[in-house]
């Protein structure tokens, strides 16, 4: 067995709720926690109703008023924070392996990267503590016009599963740096990760009761924490359905504000004037199988210049052929599974209805037959496709590309357009001119020029337009939206 490969059957889990500063074991296991890799039930969690997600928002909404975190000064919530990434960094093993068992994220991949990205997305939101305190206003000169910036209360955060540990940190992160309690809802099919980094908060000094998790599905306990009437804002990532939702059930209890990372379709336009046709084919290729597709911003939509077309998937279906499927706890895996079964069927379905179309498929287009146990799909290439079909319209959240050609520049960013999605775009051209111009047509919250993927610069929000989101994860921006601001104007005049 390899340095990072390890025994998914030796992990020590332990389920609940982290409430008040501990984790609450029970004895009620109502949620049964799959392993992808395998199918093989591993664990087991609670489903937090009403009442148990009352508890964990009383827990936090007296945390906010009497544990001192939001009134504190900000360079020490700062302090603490910065010490709850590094005891994430110092148990990178332990973290990544309950990271990586239970989801579809490699342990190569985990180990070097999750854990650490957490861990430092953390630390960019504490170092916001202090720099967001707000603006003194020209006014008349008897007055003194002041916009304070002070938190909302308590934060309600649902997280996916594709990223537990990254979408835990992108969520909860800004909220605690501006000074709010939280109350954190991971997914229920990777529910263990956050619950010992929940752990490491109160060993940093977190005080109990500020970063709370709550265990569940999420229409009962998603429902009964957006609902909530101490809930003062909510943060989510995931689907546009739930998005639609979780914003309806907001505005149904106490029009609490949202920010939601929602769902994409995003496209990946290339023009025959490209330097390395072979770096942009190994782009491409890593834009739509990392994580085995399940990523909001993978990019699925390929649109290339018809002169280079062939020669272009010729290079992308070999960068294909070179990943290795396999369990998320083996070193050697680079194609990690699907996260369930039902929605291996789902990608498949989909496929299946856009061939019945009049796709052609190229590549791929069905599991990976050598793997008898998990949810492997092999990465597949959709050709002959319109912009109706069923597989360019829809989000498949798999490792499925449709390819479409175009002659010029106008029709490649007409063709770039979704009815629907805009979350992120990609453009790779030698051509400055016409890649600022494809910046400012293309309705997307990023669009990336030669490169695909976000970078480490924190600094850079990231959120969709139209059905893909409201607001901004990452960014000043992310913490600026867990602040609300209050007016005050004071008058020198005696009175």
Same mark, same amino acid.
């Given at each position: 067995?390899?340095?990072?490969?390890?025994?998914?059957?030796?992990?020590?889990?332990?389920?609940?709720?982290?409430?008040?500063?501990?984790?609450?074991?029970?004895?009620?296991?109502? +949620?049964?926690?799959?392993?992808?890799?395998?199918?093989?039930?591993?664990?087991?969690?609670?489903?937090?109703?009403?009442?148990?997600?009352?508890?964990?928002?009383?827990?936090?909404?007296?945390?906010?008023?009497?544990?001192?975190?939001?009134?504190?000064?900000?360079?020490?919530?700062?302090? =603490?924070?910065?010490?709850?990434?590094?005891?994430?960094?110092?148990?990178?093993?332990?973290?990544?392996?309950?990271?990586?068992?239970?989801?579809?994220?490699?342990?190569?991949?985990?180990? /070097?990267?999750?854990?650490?990205?957490?861990?430092? *997305?953390?630390?960019?939101?504490?170092?916001?503590?202090?720099?967001? *305190?707000?603006?003194?206003?020209?006014?008349?000169?008897?007055?003194?016009?002041?916009?304070?910036?002070?938190?909302? #209360?308590?934060?309600?955060?649902?997280?996916?599963?594709?990223?537990?540990?990254?979408?835990?940190?992108?969520?909860?992160?800004?909220?605690?740096?501006?000074?709010?309690?939280?109350?954190?809802?991971?997914?229920?099919? /990777?529910?263990?990760? +956050? @619950?010992?980094?929940?752990?490491?908060?109160?060993?940093?000094?977190?005080?109990?009761?500020?970063?709370?998790?709550?265990?569940?599905?999420?229409?009962?306990?998603?429902?009964?924490?957006?609902?909530?009437?101490?809930?003062?804002?909510?943060?989510?990532?995931?689907?546009?359905?739930?998005?639609?939702?979780?914003?309806?059930?907001?505005?149904?209890?106490?029009?609490?504000?949202?920010?939601?990372?929602?769902? #994409?379709?995003?496209?990946? +336009?290339?023009?025959?004037? =490209?330097?390395?046709?072979?770096?942009?084919?190994?782009?491409?290729?890593?834009?739509?199988?990392?994580?085995?597709?399940?990523?909001?911003?993978?990019?699925?939509?390929?649109?290339?210049?018809?002169?280079?077309?062939?020669?272009?998937? %010729?290079?992308?279906?070999?960068?294909?052929?070179? @990943?290795?499927?396999?369990?998320?706890?083996?070193?050697?895996?680079?194609?990690?599974?699907?996260?369930?079964?039902?929605?291996?069927?789902?990608?498949?379905?989909?496929?299946?209805?856009?061939?019945?179309?009049?796709?052609?498929?190229?590549?791929?287009?069905?599991?990976?037959?050598?793997?008898?146990?998990?949810?492997?799909?092999?990465?597949?290439?959709?050709?002959?496709?319109?912009?109706?079909?069923?597989?360019?319209? %829809?989000?498949?959240?798999?490792?499925?590309?449709?390819?479409?050609?175009?002659?010029?520049?106008?029709?490649?960013?007409?063709?770039?357009?979704?009815?629907?999605? *805009?979350?992120?775009?990609?453009?790779?051209?030698?051509?400055?001119?016409?890649?600022?111009?494809?910046?400012?047509?293309? %309705?997307?919250?990023?669009?990336?020029?030669?490169?695909?993927?976000?970078?480490?610069?924190?600094?850079?929000?990231? #959120?969709?337009?139209?059905?893909?989101?409201?607001?901004?994860? @990452? #960014?000043?921006?992310?913490?600026?939206?867990?602040?609300?601001?209050? /007016?005050?104007?004071?008058?020198?005049?005696?009175?």
């Amino acid at each position: 067995m390899s340095v990072l490969s390890f025994d998914p059957n030796g992990i020590r889990l332990r389920g609940g709720h982290f409430i008040n500063g501990r984790l609450m074991d029970t004895d009620i296991a109502e +949620i049964d926690v799959q392993r992808p890799s395998d199918h093989s039930s591993y664990g087991a969690i609670p489903e937090a109703g009403p009442s148990g997600v009352d508890r964990a928002v009383t827990a936090a909404k007296r945390a906010f008023h009497q544990s001192g975190w939001a009134t504190r000064p900000p360079r020490e919530r700062a302090r =603490v924070m910065r010490r709850w990434a590094e005891l994430i960094d110092s148990n990178v093993g332990e973290l990544s392996r309950l990271e990586a068992v239970g989801s579809t994220r490699p342990i190569s991949e985990a180990a /070097t990267w999750d854990i650490h990205f957490a861990a430092e *997305g953390i630390r960019f939101f504490a170092e916001h503590a202090d720099k967001l *305190g707000g603006d003194v206003v020209a006014t008349r000169s008897d007055n003194l016009g002041l916009i304070i910036s002070e938190p909302y #209360g308590v934060v309600a955060a649902i997280a996916p599963w594709n990223f537990p540990l990254v979408m835990a940190s992108w969520k909860c992160g800004p909220a605690l740096a501006a000074g709010n309690a939280v109350v954190l809802k991971p997914s229920e099919l /990777t529910p263990f990760s +956050i @619950l010992r980094a929940a752990e490491l908060a109160v060993e940093a000094g977190m005080p109990p009761g500020v970063f709370n998790v709550i265990s569940g599905s999420g229409h009962i306990t998603g429902g009964a924490l957006v609902r909530h009437p101490d809930i003062s804002k909510v943060t989510f990532t995931g689907s546009t359905q739930t998005g639609i939702a979780i914003m309806q059930a907001a505005a149904e209890s106490g029009l609490k504000p949202v920010t939601l990372e929602l769902g #994409g379709k995003s496209p990946q +336009i290339v023009f025959a004037d =490209v330097r390395s046709i072979d770096r942009v084919a190994e782009t491409i290729a890593r834009a739509i199988t990392a994580n085995a597709g399940q990523v909001c911003v993978a990019g699925t939509r390929l649109i290339v210049e018809r002169s280079i077309e062939q020669h272009l998937l %010729e290079l992308v279906i070999k960068k294909f052929d070179e @990943l290795r499927p396999g369990a998320t706890w083996s070193q050697e895996t680079t194609l990690p599974p699907i996260v369930s079964a039902r929605q291996a069927a789902r990608i498949h379905r989909l496929v299946q209805e856009t061939v019945a179309e009049g796709a052609i498929v190229l590549t791929g287009g069905g599991p990976v037959a050598e793997m008898s146990r998990g949810s492997f799909y092999r990465p597949t290439i959709l050709t002959s496709v319109h912009t109706d079909m069923t597989a360019c319209r %829809e989000e498949i959240f798999g490792p499925v590309l449709t390819v479409q050609a175009f002659d010029d520049e106008a029709e490649a960013l007409a063709l770039a357009e979704h009815p629907s999605y *805009g979350l992120a775009a990609g453009v790779y051209t030698s051509d400055l001119n016409r890649a600022l111009r494809s910046v400012r047509t293309l %309705e997307a919250g990023t669009v990336w020029i030669n490169r695909y993927g976000r970078s480490a610069d924190f600094m850079l929000p990231t #959120g969709g337009f139209n059905s893909s989101g409201i607001g901004k994860d @990452l #960014g000043r921006q992310a913490v600026e939206a867990n602040l609300r601001l209050k /007016t005050t104007l004071i008058d020198f005049a005696e009175a």
